[in-house]
């Protein structure tokens, strides 16, 4: 599990000097993804993988809890289908990658140019590889929605999909990436709408209680909404570079694409009625935005409940009987601590000095490493070093409460950590100077009104390269309503929050 001892890691770029440079070295000193042979996709390495797959595992629970299931789509959408919603179409026409040809032919060169597509082999109708699987999906679920008492039908689904890039990193923007997406189908708007909001909240405590990460809730504005939905919902955090990330969207998409594929329902009256659709989905954006919540100069930061190592063991000897010894300690410790449910690895390499194992834990994340020698045997205990700044000693009896209470203590001091950050680079109430000075100084979150014109919207963002990120929840709302615009002046109907952003 720890790094390879022939790549010494190269030492990581601050984050004052470039907050880019040191994203990168952080994710290249873990181990967690590479860019691939293909321009703009990425592999994700295993220490980067087991974090999604944790990821996976708390989501996929919260969602059966709420009623969902799983399923699976085809990666392959007929073209057509992508053209029945108008503004779905308008929205990801410059993303969409197309298959139009099914093989190759041997051209008898060499090189490059030994194969080349076979021209008889074209496909009457393209197919679009998937951006995202309304469509599809929406044309299934008009084959299997008759009555009222097949509704609400809620699925979910975790795949990969295709978005093309221009400019991409890893994991907060490529080409190809993994994701969920659910998709239900309600009798009415009102069970849409409990349903896009039910979501946002799940999003909301996974983002807070699994990942630390704080976020807001609310309203994109029409221009920001996802392309055919009615209203989008998000969270979105902030970053230590005080730029926003999306980290997930709840889509209530009314009636619309129910209507492109006409997927109706018979009524308990025994009339027909359409459905009223949500989708919504979170990616391996997420790893990103974990990556650049809490991590600092000397590598990744993870949370314990999704660090794919909570603890790591670390044994110091100097001859062959405390060696002997320590060992089997060691891996005593590590079955107890496991039998408590913890993710655990025991470093005995006999390669390496302790300080360049501590180095190496501390670069994959792990939230808490215990060191024990000759004289804490002998003293009855363990040191517990946390990654987030500490180091005691701890009784070797019970060690287990004590890692495990050090672990929930990592965790919630992160999330407070994330939050005081946050608030100290948000401003309220803002003008417009305050407004423009304070996105030339660094940025942050933005609090003003807003008078609900795109064109004002547009110019903002033309200017400053900020966007709204949300017409905030109730509860992020400042205490007294903003009655202007920040940026025109003209009476304002909402309040919002701006950034820049990933």
């Not at 599809?136 to 084959?143: D, G, R, T, W």
């Not at 609310?218 to 996802?226: Q, R, V, W």
């Not at 490493?369 to 045997?377: M, N, V, W």
Request: glycine fraction near 8%; hydrophobic fraction near 40%.
């Amino acid at each position: 599990m720890a790094l390879a001892q022939n790549a010494k890691a190269r030492r990581i770029t601050p984050r004052a000097k470039d907050f880019s440079e040191w994203y990168g070295d952080v994710i290249t000193q873990a181990q967690m993804a590479d860019y691939s042979p293909v321009r703009g996709c990425m592999v994700i390495r295993p220490h980067g993988y087991r974090i999604w797959e944790l990821m996976q595992r708390a989501l996929d629970d919260m969602f059966r809890a709420s009623g969902h299931r799983n399923a699976y789509f085809p990666l392959f959408i007929p073209m057509s289908f992508l053209a029945k919603e108008a503004e779905h179409v308008e929205g990801f026409a410059k993303e969409v990658a197309i298959v139009t040809h099914t093989r190759l032919r041997a051209t008898g060169k060499e090189g490059a140019g030994a194969v080349a597509v076979d021209p008889s082999s074209e496909l009457e109708e393209p197919l679009i590889v998937r951006p995202t699987s309304e469509t599809i999906i929406y044309a299934m679920f008009a084959k299997w929605i008759q009555s009222y008492r097949d509704l609400p039908l809620l699925l979910n689904q975790w795949a990969n999909v295709v978005r093309w890039e221009m400019r991409t990193r890893l994991f907060l923007r490529t080409t190809e990436f993994l994701w969920q997406e659910g998709h239900t189908a309600h009798a009415d708007e009102a069970g849409a709408e409990q349903e896009a909001r039910l979501i946002l909240a799940i999003y909301r405590r996974f983002a807070e209680e699994w990942m630390a990460m704080p976020v807001l809730t609310g309203l994109k504005t029409e221009s920001e909404k996802f392309a055919g939905a009615l209203r989008t919902y998000a969270i979105e955090a902030l970053m230590q570079d005080n730029k926003a990330i999306q980290g997930g969207t709840s889509h209530n998409l009314g009636q619309n694409f129910s209507k492109a594929f006409d997927v109706k329902y018979q009524t308990a009256a025994g009339g027909l009625e359409h459905v009223w659709n949500t989708s919504w989905g979170v990616s391996t954006r997420l790893i990103g935005g974990l990556i650049m919540t809490h991590s600092d100069d000397n590598g990744l930061v993870a949370p314990p409940k999704l660090a794919p190592v909570q603890v790591a063991i670390v044994p110091i000897w100097k001859t062959d009987e405390e060696r002997t010894q320590l060992s089997a300690v060691g891996r005593q410790l590590k079955s107890d601590l496991e039998k408590n449910g913890l993710r655990v690895e025991f470093d005995e390499r006999e390669n390496m000095k302790p300080g360049a194992k501590y180095f190496e834990w501390e670069a994959l994340g792990v939230p808490v490493r215990l060191e024990i020698g000759p004289r804490d045997l002998a003293g009855g205990q363990v040191v517990l070093a946390r990654r987030t700044g500490g180091k005691g000693p701890v009784p070797l009896q019970g060690v287990a409460r004590s890692v495990t209470t050090a672990l929930d203590e990592v965790q919630a001091s992160l999330f407070a950590a994330a939050r005081e950050r946050r608030e100290q680079n948000s401003i309220r109430g803002a003008t417009k100077a305050q407004f423009l000075e304070f996105m030339k100084g660094g940025g942050g979150f933005v609090y003003g009104g807003f008078c609900g014109d795109p064109a004002c919207e547009a110019e903002i963002k033309q200017q400053t390269n900020a966007t709204i990120r949300v017409l905030p929840d109730p509860e992020f709302r400042s205490k007294e309503a903003p009655k202007t615009c920040l940026w025109c002046g003209a009476p304002s109907i909402a309040e919002a929050v701006w950034a820049q952003a990933y």
